[in-house]
Structure formats: structure tokens, C-alpha cells
């Protein structure tokens, strides 16, 4: 067991906390709350489990490949060993990706007649960022190359009741199977129960609502290696601060204040890889967030304020990294001396990264990626195939190096002229 500092900024929220860890934001889009001023610094010190595993090769860029535990516990499936026919998942992600769908053309005479006049609905935690609208893609082309009619795609901007009313309304659309991402796991679980006891099918996406069990309540739960991309957020944290000529660093964590399962994966991929391979680097405060941009902001500001002597932070995803970053800059510290890294790829975290701003590197997910996976495995589940309580695609290191092709990979458009300005 290693022994983490808790840093814990003390503050008054308006809101209820409600779970928002998985995918990535615009910064600018900012859910309602009131944060009142840090007043107090509280040092709390509680246990985190460090797992003896044996780690794969350090990653600075290019493929991170599945590790850890999924939601519930479940060990991982990766996306290479499903099968739908005589082609895994890999192969029907790329084929999408390249925009060749002559795999449903040419699919059998079986899963043609076990998908004929099917329809699914989209059920997401909410709409306006990269994360949700590249699963979105990957779920809705590939359905539709195979005659599966999405008749509903809803966002819930983070609102449990907002998603409940969503999910009742597609219940009574009568649709055969629904792809989802919950709000808030305890809040829904109830209902998302009563939706598999209607006989409607699930395919989650990174969380579990409460009480669901495979295969009775849902067929498979696809997700990003979350573990991976902590471990390659220390691989990049390590190898740039050794860059710096830096022997010894104390870094901070900022994370949400209430439990996140991929968020945890990620805390501990990152917390473990450096214990093992870096003990030079030394996990000092944790900063917990309420879960908004502005909470991020604020908890950021106040503590890199309080301790001068930090070198880093390591950010559970892309949005409180860049309110990391700018905390950082308006408090006059120098993005030569001191490193974020974080999860997730963004239009807003590839610009940081260009500029040579405070992020220096990135454990990136594959959306587009999730959602072909996802509606391959409602194929198979049309079929009566098994799938897996959690399977994995492949995540990625990214760095200022491999920005440009890992940006046309991964959100499948060429980045813009103000980020390329600074690649030119």
C-alpha cells in the first residue's frame, strides 16, 4: 500500500455531485454551479492500492495496448480477440476508419436476416464534445452500412433525471437495443435495470450503472485501456522532466471528488508506473474537483498558489488539464519547468501541446474506435453471439512529435491552422 497525500481545498457546492469523468469537454462549456472561494487547506491522508503487476515497455507515443480491471471488476477482453465471423474487431474498426464498409455488403446471409428491421437507440451523457460525437459516428455509420436504423440519439448535459426521462422515452419506442452512457451509476441503475427487464438489449460504453450483470442486463461494455493511459501519462511525465535535466520531482494529481471507475484505472495506472519504474517522482498533493471546468479552475489556481514547490500534475482528462494549464500560466509558472499530462485528445489540448504550452503529453482514447466496437458487438448480439462484460480497444501516446497524424487518426480531421501555425 502506498501512502498518498491528499491536498483536499475545502469549498461549498450548490449542486449535487453528479459523474462526469468519462470523455472529453470544450472548456468553455461549463455545467451550472456555484464555487465559492477557497478559504481553508485541509492535508488528509488516506491508503491507495498500488498493484504488484508486470507493466508493459515504457510508451511515450504510438499504441498503448489494454491492462486492468473494467467496472465491476471485470477483467479486461481486448478488442482483438472478439470476433464477429473470421474478422476481429481491429479489422472492422479499420475498415471503418478507412470508410470501407463492404463488410456488411458482403456479410453473411445470416447476420443479414438476424439484423433485418432492427433499430437502436443512442442514449449519451451529453453531446457537444469530440468523445461523444466520434462514438456517435462509429456506432450510427456502421449500423447504418448494415440496415440497423438509429431512430434516437439524446444527451443528457449531465443530468441523471434528464437521462432517465430520456431512457423511458426510448423504452416506449420499442426499439431492440440501446448504446449508453450513464450519468450517474447509483442514480440509474434502477432504471436502467427496468429497460433490460423490458427486454431492450445495452451496450455500455466505460461504465456500469448499478446492479446490472452480464450477460442477463447488457451484452458488452466497451471502453479505452484507462489503466494504459495512465501508465503512458508517466512514461511521458518521466521522459520530459528527464528532458529538463530534472533527478527528482513532486507531482500533483487532479482528479474528481467522488468515484469514477475509469477515472480510478487512470490514477492508478499513472500512481503505480511511477512507484515501479520512477521513484524519483513523488506523488504529493491529490486536488479534488467538484466535476465542472470552473471547480477545476478554481482548485488549480488555489493550489499551485499554495505549493511553489510542485514540477507537475497529472489531470484524470483533457478539460481539467486545460484548466490546469491556465491556472499555471496566469500564476507566472514556466512551461519549461513544469509538466501536465493527462487523458484524452482535443482540439484545445492538441493547441497546448503545439505551442509548447504546460501539457506536454497525452494517454489518448479512441472514440471513433469504441463505437464501431460497440456496434459490432450489437451485430454479434444479434446473432445470439456472446460478447464480453468488458472489452478494450487500444489507446495512444501522444506528444508535440506524432501530433499531426495522431490528430487525423484518432478525431478523423486535419487539425486546424491555428495548431499547425506552430507545427509549420
Known amino acids: 500500500m502506498k501512502k498518498i497525500l491528499i491536498f483536499l481545498l475545502v469549498t461549498v457546492f450548490a449542486v449535487s455531485m453528479f459523474f462526469i469523468g468519462i470523455g472529453c469537454r470544450q472548456p468553455e462549456v461549463i455545467i451550472e454551479t456555484v464555487v465559492e472561494t477557497v478559504t481553508e487547506i485541509v ?10 503487476e508486470v507493466y508493459p515497455p515504457v510508451t511515450i507515443e504510438g499504441t498503448v495496448y489494454p491492462i486492468g480491471l473494467g467496472p465491476g471488476g471485470h477483467e479486461f477482453t481486448p478488442s482483438s480477440d472478439i470476433y464477429l465471423e473470421d474478422h476481429n474487431l481491429d479489422y472492422y474498426i479499420e475498415m471503418a476508419r478507412s470508410g ?14 438476424a439484423v433485418k428491421g432492427k433499430t437502436a437507440a443512442i442514449v449519451m451523457h451529453w453531446l457537444p464534445d469530440d468523445w461523444t460525437q466520434l462514438q456517435i459516428k462509429g456506432i450510427s455509420e456502421t449500423l447504418e452500412a448494415y440496415g440497423v436504423e438509429v431512430v434516437s440519439i ?11 426521462a430520456n431512457l423511458e422515452n426510448v423504452m416506449t419506442m420499442g426499439v431492440d437495443i440501446i448504446f449508453a452512457a450513464a450519468v450517474d451509476v447509483a442514480a440509474e441503475g434502477p432504471i436502467f435495470q427496468e429497460v433490460a427487464d423490458s427486454g431492450i438489449e445495452f451496450i455500455l460504453t466505460t461504465v456500469l450503472p448499478d446492479g446490472m450483470e452480464w450477460p442477463d442486463d447488457y451484452t458488452a461494455n466497451v471502453a479505452s485501456t484507462d489503466r494504459g493511459l495512465g501508465i503512458v501519462a508517466a512514461d511521458q511525465m518521466a521522459h520530459f522532466f528527464e528532458e529538463m535535466g530534472k533527478t527528482e520531482a513532486l507531482v500533483g494529481i487532479l482528479d474528481v471528488n467522488f468515484p469514477v471507475p475509469n477515472n480510478i484505472e487512470r490514477v492508478i495506472g ?18 479534488l474537483y467538484n466535476g465542472t471546468m470552473e471547480s477545476a479552475y478554481e482548485f488549480s489556481e488555489g493550489t499551485l498558489t ?7 500534475f497529472f489531470c484524470d482528462w483533457a478539460g481539467p488539464a486545460y484548466e490546469m494549464s491556465n491556472a499555471a500560466r496566469v500564476a507566472g509558472y514556466d512551461p519549461n519547468e513544469f509538466v501536465i499530462t493527462t487523458v484524452d485528445l482535443t482540439e484545445y489540448i492538441a493547441l497546448e501541446m503545439a505551442s509548447d504550452g504546460f501539457v506536454k503529453g497525452v494517454g489518448a482514447q479512441d472514440p471513433y474506435a469504441c463505437g464501431v466496437a460497440e456496434a459490432i458487438c450489437a451485430v454479434k448480439s444479434f446473432l445470439g453471439e456472446d460478447n464480453a462484460p468488458y472489452i478494450t480497444t487500444n489507446g495512444y501516446g501522444v506528444t508535440k512529435n506524432n501530433l499531426v497524424e495522431s490528430f487525423e487518426y484518432l478525431l478523423l480531421r486535419q487539425p486546424p491552422e491555428d495548431i499547425m501555425a506552430f507545427l509549420e
Open 43 to 52: 492535508e488528509v491522508e488516506v491508503e491507495v492500492e498500488v498493484p504488484a
Open 100 to 113: 470501407d464498409y463492404s463488410f456488411a455488403e458482403n456479410a453473411s446471409d445470416e447476420i443479414k436476416e
Open 154 to 164: 439524446t444527451g443528457a448535459e449531465f443530468i441523471a433525471e434528464k437521462q432517465i
Open 270 to 287: 499513472f500512481t503505480s508506473r511511477c512507484a515501479e519504474l520512477y521513484p524519483w517522482i513523488e506523488i504529493g498533493p491529490t486536488v
Open 306 to 312: 499554495a505549493r511553489t514547490d510542485l514540477d507537475g
